[in-house]
């Protein structure tokens, strides 16, 4: 085999490109234990836009195993970095921000060198603080930021047909957007599963005891068959990536036509996250070039 040949096929094995780990604790400090895991092995946890984008490209065993992860066992979902923040706008109005990029409670820095006492005060009001939060909605795009009214009242139903729930229910918002909604819809048809159960009430981020009236935040919490906006941070069960780069020898990466056939593959087997990054990466690497 041609020597170009052989770096093609050496490069598009999906373990020279990603690696995926699972981050897990429980406890008052579940999150912040999780992420400083993450930081500390060089990963990056994904957000449920990028979760889904793996979860709909991957190709193989895989992705069957992820998209029946948790299936029928609560303890077993993904808890994810994106938020859902209940909060004032600047002109005063109520109102409740689904947010899929990196907020007060994914930075680390946000949580380091302080005291236990701290901790526990951070995780058991979930403020996000006004000025992080006005940020927020000042990036809404309905892509990664979604900003609807606060609606007082409970929710009356838990469980939804799959079309249904496109249109009665933020599932829009809670995964990322229409498009992405709609293939996630059309994959659960594919493995027969017909109902979605999805407990996103306004209500649960009403004020308890010391709680602040506004800024109150909830992890997203997804599994297939269920996604939840309620939980209180005692526990955390996310998926990180971190990209690895196959050592290729100088002496074959001296094609323009390898790196533009290693690049189109990206679209399959690299998260739209972490896309950019790896294809500059791919650049130095195979062109020798910044």
């Known amino acids: 085999m041609h020597s170009r040949e052989t770096a093609l096929r050496k490069t598009i094995e999906l373990i020279s490109f990603t690696q995926a780990k699972i981050f897990s604790d429980v406890g008052d400090f579940a999150l912040y234990e999780s992420l400083k895991k993450c930081k500390k092995e060089g990963f990056k946890p994904l957000f449920i836009p990028e979760l889904l984008d793996f979860m709909l490209k991957e190709k193989g065993s895989a992705k069957r195993s992820i998209w029946e992860y948790g299936y029928g066992n609560s303890s077993h979902s993904l808890v994810t970095p994106s938020v859902k923040i209940s909060g004032k706008s600047p002109q005063g109005k109520k109102v409740v921000a689904y947010a899929h990029i990196p907020t007060f409670f994914s930075n680390i820095k946000n949580f380091q060198e302080k005291e236990r006492g701290d901790l526990y005060k951070i995780f058991g009001e979930r403020e996000t603080p006004q000025n992080e939060f006005e940020k927020i909605l000042k990036l809404e795009d309905n892509k990664n930021v979604f900003v609807h009214d606060y609606v007082a009242g409970k929710q009356n139903q838990d469980r939804f047909e799959l ?19 709609e293939s996630f819809v059309k994959k659960m048809n594919k493995y027969y599963w017909r109902t979605i159960g999805i407990d996103d009430a306004d209500d649960y981020l009403k004020c308890v005891g010391t709680v602040p009236a506004y800024g109150n935040t909830c992890l997203i919490d997804f599994r297939p068959t269920r996604i939840s906006s309620w939980n209180n941070f005692n526990h955390a069960h996310f998926i990180g990536i971190k990209e690895v780069y196959p050592g290729l020898k100088e002496s074959i990466l001296d094609t323009n036509s390898l790196f533009k056939e290693v690049s189109e593959l990206a679209d399959s087997y690299v998260p739209e996250m972490a896309k950019k990054e790896f294809l500059s990466n791919l650049k130095k690497l195979v062109l020798n070039k910044n």
């Not at 079309?163 to 909604?181: P, Q, Y």
């Open 163 to 181: 079309e249904e729930a496109l249109e009665k229910t933020r599932l829009i918002s809670l995964l990322g957007g229409r498009e992405r909604a």
